[in-house]
């Protein structure tokens, strides 16, 4: 019902950027929450960040003041802007879609996309 697609992902070295994008698609009407998750290897999936559509946002104290989330409800796409990369920061990164309203129907869902790697050396 909702296909998310994500893009930004790669290699970079410490201290570097990069930029996830997370479009979602489908007979969208409204997403309350859209946020980013990570997993790295032989850990838990983890919140990165996230955002409402008042625009409240939540990180995890690992990326305050280095990572900024935003969104475009026009295009249903969130955005995951990561600066000052470290190499604890390398892991799969998941989009999240959460009380996603779709047309012609009273339930909301959730939808996860399928992953980015981001790679930090050292």
């Known amino acids: 019902q909702v296909q998310l697609v994500e893009s930004g992902g790669g290699l970079v070295q410490a201290g570097g950027s990069l930029r996830l994008s997370c479009q979602a698609s489908?007979?969208?009407?409204?997403?309350?929450?859209m946020g980013w998750y990570r997993q790295a290897p032989g850990k838990q999936r983890e919140l990165v960040a996230i955002i409402t559509d008042g625009s409240s946002t939540n990180y995890a104290d690992s990326v305050k003041s280095r990572f900024t989330i935003s969104r475009d409800n026009a295009k249903n796409t969130v955005y995951l802007q990561m600066n000052s990369l470290k190499p604890e920061d390398t892991a799969v990164y998941y989009c999240?879609?959460?009380?996603?309203?779709?047309?012609?129907?009273?339930?909301?869902?959730?939808?996860w996309g399928q992953g980015t790697q981001v790679t930090v050396s050292s």
């Open positions: 489908g007979r969208i009407r409204s997403i309350f929450a």
């Open positions: 999240n879609v959460d009380g996603v309203r779709l047309y012609n129907s009273v339930r909301s869902v959730s939808s």
